[in-house]
């Protein structure tokens, strides 16, 4: 038989999908490009750092290595609540949140080395889990839009965090709004010298696997996944659509406030967060990339903070505000998430396949 | 205490509450009428950002304030295209789409502002203008009551008029019908022969126009320039606004008034020995109340439908 190989209608949409990400992520990417170059006055240059610059001195690959972390815990936070089909953005003040009860561990408790950011985080993780729970409670027990509730409460949970900050934590000798400095015990050590990646990196790495492994060998994560594909189908095949609803929020919150607690105990000495860190919208954005699934999360975190880096790096030596990726990010939800996306060009291709393996049986 | 008091019922406090009531109001109404088709528009904050900084930018360019009234109203009018585009023809979900708007203003207003005066806070470099204040005649001149209703924005009386038109607009024309059959049932719709997406198109549009009408009011009303991030967040407080408002016009301008009061208290209140955090809370609280409140009240009216079936 010297039969070519048989493609089925299934394979060739799953490829395609990889296939419509890449152009999505090409259009993005090229639309920046463009706008860079009609902006600058040294446009060359400016592609140049904004392209390469993440790789020209380990420093710099270091900073995109130490974004990525925060990245894929909000990654994997938002995927875990969206394949639930809650858009819940309280991902965002769970971060804070996280951020901030890690931080009053860190510095209101003498526990020893080891133990001390295990506690913290664990402290964030909690705190999150309960702020990204509310808007799910609302939804399951009153019908309450999570949507406009969960925006609602990242500013309420934004001036909760300040007025902590101020009132509980504040150092007055820091000489900005500021936390006391963390003992060493709490903080979390850098692992590989020179680039500040820190330990929270073993941490995020092991959640992936957790994770992955939550959402699809786990009965909870299918009774998560088969709630957000359809929601009567779920409740008539004897899932407790509500108690699954909050189960993903519960999860998705307490990976988003980890995140925040994660980020305050390896990247600073104080905390001093006095508006919301925006790392829940980018969760967003990674979480759509990955098509919600946590195995391809690091992937797209890893794309959006090498993105990030590259344009703070080409920012500093040239004339572009590094805001230019705002538009790249907005472009890649609109066209990934977009389901008629190149969608005539899928049908071609299937139906032509079809039509070959037709004639192949005929001939045959 | 004594002191309060007398703050809210000064001329004063109730003019500011109109001042503050204007913006929300105008994306409240925004939000109804795309709600009222059935599309949820949480672009509205992205919306407001992008036509504030459009405000700023078209009438330093003209020296016309209203000229770039207009040119704020375009940008407004053309993102709501964008987003009903990408909704309707590309499939993307709305919320999604929303998202993908606030995202790319937040960034690109900045980006945008940064290349035209490099300053990546403030337009202060940019001689924009302000729309006028206007003193009613005859109301003016009533000694309270003149200081609370005259003297204000161009754009706050447009806004309470937006009331008025927007009612018309959803109770008086064919246009408004289509809506609102479309919001209810759009396969009834589709089986009418209206077009739904054709109809959706135009609640998107308009919805862009009104809060580009309230972004414009931020940069050329509120304050004289455009500030990164200056809608701070109430294209969301006015989806609530729109939920606690019932999905009437009417409704709608009441539950923003109450959201402009909390306002105009919170900055009133800051002399009080309270911490300033828990009062700013206070607009973002009563939010979350408030669509609880009516969350509970509409499923009640749904089980009292069921149980007369």
Same mark, same amino acid.
């Not at chain 1, 759509?288 to 992937?299: D, E, R, W």
């Not at chain 2, 003016?140 to 200081?147: H, N, R, V, W, Y």
């Not at chain 2, 580009?212 to 509120?222: E, K, N, P, R, V």
């Given at each position: 038989?010297?039969?070519?190989?048989?493609?089925?209608?299934?394979?060739?949409?799953?490829?395609?999908?990889?296939?419509?990400?890449?152009?999505?992520?090409?259009?993005?990417?090229?639309?920046?490009?463009?706008?860079?170059?009609?902006?600058?006055?040294?446009?060359?240059?400016?592609?140049?750092?904004?392209?390469?610059?993440?790789?020209?001195?380990?420093?710099?690959?270091?900073?995109?290595?130490?974004?990525?972390?925060? $990245?894929?815990?909000?990654?994997?936070?938002?995927?875990?609540?969206?394949? *639930?089909?809650?858009?819940?953005?309280?991902?965002?003040?769970?971060?804070?949140?996280?951020?901030?009860?890690?931080?009053?561990?860190?510095?209101?408790?003498?526990?020893?080395?080891?133990?001390?950011?295990?506690?913290?985080?664990?402290?964030? &993780?909690? +705190?999150?889990?309960?702020? *990204?729970?509310?808007?799910?409670?609302?939804?399951?027990?009153?019908? /309450?839009?999570?949507?406009?509730? %969960?925006?609602?409460?990242?500013?309420?949970?934004?001036?909760?965090?300040?007025?902590?900050?101020?009132?509980?934590?504040?150092?007055?000798?820091?000489?900005?709004?500021?936390?006391?400095?963390?003992? =060493?015990?709490?903080?979390?050590?850098?692992?590989?010298?020179?680039?500040?990646?820190?330990?929270?990196?073993?941490?995020?790495?092991?959640?992936?696997?957790?994770?992955?492994?939550?959402?699809?060998?786990?009965?909870?994560?299918?009774?998560?996944?088969?709630?957000?594909?359809?929601?009567?189908?779920?409740?008539?095949?004897?899932?407790?659509?509500? %108690?699954?609803?909050?189960?993903?929020?519960?999860?998705?919150?307490?990976?988003?406030?980890?995140? @925040?607690?994660?980020?305050?105990?390896?990247?600073?000495?104080?905390? =001093?967060? !006095?508006? $919301?860190? @925006?790392?829940?919208?980018?969760?967003?954005?990674?979480?759509?990339?990955?098509?919600?699934?946590?195995?391809?999360?690091?992937?797209?975190?890893?794309?959006?903070?090498?993105?990030?880096?590259?344009?703070?790096?080409?920012?500093?030596?040239?004339?572009? &505000?590094? #805001?230019?990726?705002?538009?790249?990010?907005?472009?890649?939800?609109?066209?990934?998430?977009?389901?008629?996306?190149?969608?005539?060009?899928?049908?071609?291709?299937?139906?032509?396949?079809?039509?070959?393996?037709?004639?192949?049986? #005929?001939?045959? | 205490?004594?002191?309060?008091?007398?703050?809210?019922? %000064? /001329?004063?406090? $109730?003019? =500011?509450?109109?001042?503050? !009531?204007?913006?929300?109001?105008?994306?409240?109404?925004?939000?109804?009428?795309?709600?009222?088709?059935?599309?949820?528009?949480?672009?509205? #904050?992205?919306?407001?950002? *992008?036509?504030?900084?459009?405000?700023?930018?078209?009438?330093?360019? !003209?020296?016309?304030?209203?000229?770039?009234?207009?040119?704020?109203?375009?940008?407004?009018?053309?993102?709501?295209?964008?987003? &009903?585009? *990408?909704?309707?023809? +590309?499939?993307?979900?709305?919320?999604?789409?929303?998202?993908?708007?606030?995202?790319?203003?937040?960034?690109? !207003?900045?980006?945008?502002?940064?290349?035209?005066?490099?300053?990546?806070?403030?337009?202060?470099?940019?001689?924009?203008?302000?729309?006028?204040?206007?003193?009613?005649?005859?109301?003016?001149?009533?000694?309270?009551?003149?200081?609370?209703? %005259?003297?204000?924005?161009?754009?706050?009386?447009?806004?309470?008029?937006?009331?008025?038109?927007?009612?018309?607009?959803?109770?008086?024309?064919?246009?408004? +019908?289509?809506?609102?059959?479309?919001?209810?049932?759009?396969?009834?719709?589709?089986?009418?022969?209206?077009?739904?997406?054709?109809?959706?198109?135009?609640?998107?549009?308009?919805?862009?126009?009104?809060?580009?009408?309230?972004?414009?009011?931020?940069?050329?009303?509120?304050?004289?320039?455009?500030?990164?991030?200056?809608?701070?967040?109430?294209?969301?407080?006015?989806?609530?606004?729109?939920?606690?408002?019932?999905?009437?016009?009417?409704?709608?301008?009441?539950?923003?008034?109450?959201?402009?009061? /909390?306002?105009? +208290?919170? =900055?009133?209140?800051?002399?009080?020995?309270?911490?300033?955090?828990?009062?700013?809370?206070?607009?973002?609280?009563?939010?979350?109340?408030?669509?609880?409140?009516?969350?509970?009240?509409?499923?009640?009216?749904?089980?009292?439908?069921?149980?007369?079936?």
């Amino acid at each position: 038989m010297k039969n070519k190989q048989v493609l089925t209608s299934k394979t060739i949409e799953n490829r395609f999908e990889v296939f419509r990400v890449v152009v999505a992520i090409a259009i993005a990417i090229a639309v920046a490009l463009l706008l860079i170059f009609f902006t600058s006055k040294q446009p060359f240059e400016a592609l140049y750092w904004f392209l390469l610059g993440p790789l020209k001195s380990l420093r710099n690959f270091g900073n995109v290595v130490q974004l990525f972390i925060p $990245l894929t815990f909000a990654g994997l936070s938002i995927a875990v609540m969206f394949q *639930c089909n809650q858009f819940n953005m309280a991902a965002e003040g769970a971060f804070f949140l996280g951020g901030l009860g890690a931080a009053i561990v860190a510095v209101k408790m003498t526990l020893p080395m080891g133990v001390h950011p295990v506690v913290a985080i664990l402290v964030g &993780a909690v +705190l999150g889990a309960i702020v *990204c729970a509310i808007p799910g409670i609302f939804k399951v027990k009153w019908g /309450a839009n999570e949507v406009v509730s %969960s925006l609602m409460l990242n500013y309420i949970m934004l001036f909760l965090g300040t007025y902590v900050l101020q009132y509980v934590l504040l150092d007055p000798s820091a000489g900005y709004p500021a936390s006391n400095q963390f003992p =060493s015990t709490a903080t979390l050590s850098v692992i590989i010298p020179k680039t500040g990646i820190h330990a929270g990196i073993i941490l995020v790495a092991f959640l992936v696997v957790l994770v992955y492994l939550f959402m699809y060998k786990t009965k909870w994560g299918y009774a998560i996944r088969i709630t957000g594909q359809n929601e009567k189908f779920a409740k008539y095949s004897g899932v407790g659509v509500g %108690s699954t609803i909050i189960l993903s929020q519960l999860v998705g919150g307490a990976l988003a406030g980890a995140g @925040g607690a994660t980020q305050v105990l390896g990247m600073y000495t104080r905390f =001093s967060w !006095t508006s $919301l860190p @925006g790392y829940g919208f980018d969760g967003i954005i990674i979480s759509i990339l990955a098509k919600n699934n946590p195995a391809y999360v690091p992937l797209a975190a890893f794309f959006l903070a090498y993105l990030r880096i590259g344009a703070d790096i080409m920012s500093r030596k040239t004339d572009i &505000a590094p #805001e230019v990726v705002a538009i790249v990010q907005a472009l890649i939800i609109l066209l990934v998430a977009a389901k008629m996306f190149l969608d005539k060009y899928k049908h071609r291709l299937i139906v032509k396949n079809s039509q070959e393996q037709l004639l192949q049986k #005929e001939g045959a | 205490m004594q002191n309060i008091i007398s703050t809210i019922f %000064s /001329a004063s406090f $109730l003019f =500011s509450i109109l001042r503050l !009531t204007t913006p929300i109001l105008l994306a409240a109404l925004a939000a109804l009428i795309t709600d009222r088709a059935g599309v949820m528009n949480i672009g509205l #904050e992205g919306i407001m950002l *992008c036509s504030a900084l459009a405000g700023v930018v078209g009438s330093a360019y !003209t020296q016309n304030a209203f000229l770039g009234l207009l040119f704020a109203m375009f940008i407004g009018s053309l993102l709501g295209v964008i987003m &009903a585009y *990408c909704a309707l023809n +590309l499939k993307t979900d709305i919320i999604l789409t929303g998202i993908a708007i606030n995202l790319f203003a937040s960034g690109g !207003t900045v980006f945008i502002l940064y290349s035209i005066c490099k300053d990546k806070g403030m337009s202060t470099s940019l001689a924009s203008l302000t729309l006028p204040s206007i003193d009613i005649p005859l109301i003016k001149d009533i000694p309270f009551l003149g200081t609370i209703f %005259s003297g204000h924005n161009f754009l706050t009386y447009i806004a309470f008029l937006s009331v008025i038109v927007i009612w018309a607009l959803l109770y008086k024309t064919p246009l408004g +019908l289509r809506i609102r059959v479309v919001g209810e049932n759009p396969n009834a719709a589709e089986s009418v022969g209206i077009n739904v997406r054709k109809t959706q198109y135009y609640v998107l549009i308009i919805s862009g126009i009104l809060a580009s009408l309230g972004g414009a009011y931020m940069s050329m009303g509120y304050m004289d320039k455009f500030a990164r991030d200056m809608v701070a967040g109430r294209g969301f407080i006015a989806l609530a606004a729109e939920a606690l408002g019932t999905g009437t016009p009417l409704g709608v301008m009441g539950s923003s008034l109450i959201f402009g009061a /909390a306002d105009a +208290l919170a =900055s009133n209140l800051q002399v009080l020995r309270v911490p300033v955090q828990f009062i700013q809370m206070i607009p973002y609280l009563l939010t979350i109340v408030g669509l609880i409140v009516y969350s509970i009240s509409k499923s009640r009216q749904i089980k009292k439908i069921y149980l007369q079936k």
